[in-house]
């Protein structure tokens, strides 16, 4: 990746964590509503190379790290979107993709946020992370999936076509 | 892929990897340079998270109305648009309404206690991917508020500050499965502890198996020295289900707080403590039935004329 795709993927970035702390945590969604930065990371990185979907999810986990309503240590979501992101790029990039269409791709990102949560869930009780009851956890689980269901098809396309644009290899646009 | 094309991604997946851990443990140790790292970030985002939750104020519950606007013709546009202008006039009037009432409750809670209080906007809500329950409020260490105090809402007990920065705060909410907090049972004076598990009900473990409990028993914060984290006499909840399962070391029962966590608005976080234990002058009172008012009606019949 040169510096030019660096700095504007970077200030990509910021912009839609800047998104996410500031417009879509004023509204308190029932069944704990979505992350726009995961959505976003991982169409990013089901359009990339298995080595930028990683620096991809390194990038984004950092941020999330960053966000002060993360409850684990710092460290533990840059973790985890690392494997997310490189996992679903290694699925997901190329012409032999294992998900095939656009809405082989949408379900592949609500899989993988389902599994990202789940990750977390089961990371977070190792490093000190409180969770809740089960009806609560069953709820988070469910109302993400649901919402990244139905926010991703609306997002993905703008998405795409920002990622065509800055490294002009846009496979679903 | 090439062979050096793949070895390469693999080593860069390494590096990441080992950068992430080295981060975690990091973490976990302590380390002071990442607390300042979420400082930063937090000063950076929090004006704009003020920009937006003023901005959005008035239309986060306006979305639903919203979307039965999208019938054409001139007049009727002309008619939802002033229609529109005028529930975006009353739904901000609304709004301000709410913040008033919470807001008064606050202060009425906080002046029989005797506590010094500052007031502050919930600015932010926080994301529910981590499975934890925060918010952020519009008033940091600028205006006296310091980690580890209570904050209250117009109910009783909201949480704690959990981070502070210049001009906002990070509020644990109580319903965070992290939260703990001490309390006592207000007939019984029975003492024990309430854990938060990310909804509106809490589990109390009461350290004395002996005495019974009963559902609808209050609870209040037992307070901790120097009134950090917890000031004493906050209600916190009233009991609903007690759980008398056979050979359980510690009687336990679940909790409803008082604290509606979804409407939250205005908190106050407590910057100085009562002088001396409010005691139960916080108990809030039991709702009286509104009596039904029987309405009689006599019916004198119309003497019959005699023919």
Redesign the interface.
Known sequence: MSTRLISISSLVFLGIFLVQESLISQFRLPGGGFSILIIFALSWAIMSEREVAAVIGFSAGLLMDLSQSSSGPFGQWTLIMLLASYGISYLGYGDDNFFGGAIGVVLSIVLANFLIELLFLISGPLLGVSIGSFGQIFTILLGTSIWTLFITPIALPLFAKLHKSIFQTGTLA | ?SKG?QS??RL??VI??V??????????RGVQL?DN??QG??NV?SP??R???SV?SPI?GFFSDASLLGRSGSQIEKLERENASLKSELLERADADVQLQQLKGILDLAGTAGYKIVNAKVI?????????Q?V?IGSGSNAGIAQNMTVLSEYGIAGIVK?VYPNSA?IQLAS???FRIGVRIVNSQQIGFLS????RSAVLQLLDNSTDINEGDVLMSRGSIANRPFVPGVPVGYITTVDNSAGTIAQSATVRYYTDF?KLSVLAVVVGGPKSDPGDALVPRKPQPIPTPTVTVFVTPTPTPNN
């Open positions: 892929m094309g390469r991604t860069l997946l990441l990897i950068t992430s851990l080295f981060l975690v443990t990091l973490d976990l990442l790292l979420k970030t937090q985002v704009f998270q920009i937006a939750n959005l986060k932010s809500q926080g994301s529910y991917q981590s499975f934890a925060t952020t981070e990070l965070d499965p992290a938060g598990r990310g909804e979804s």
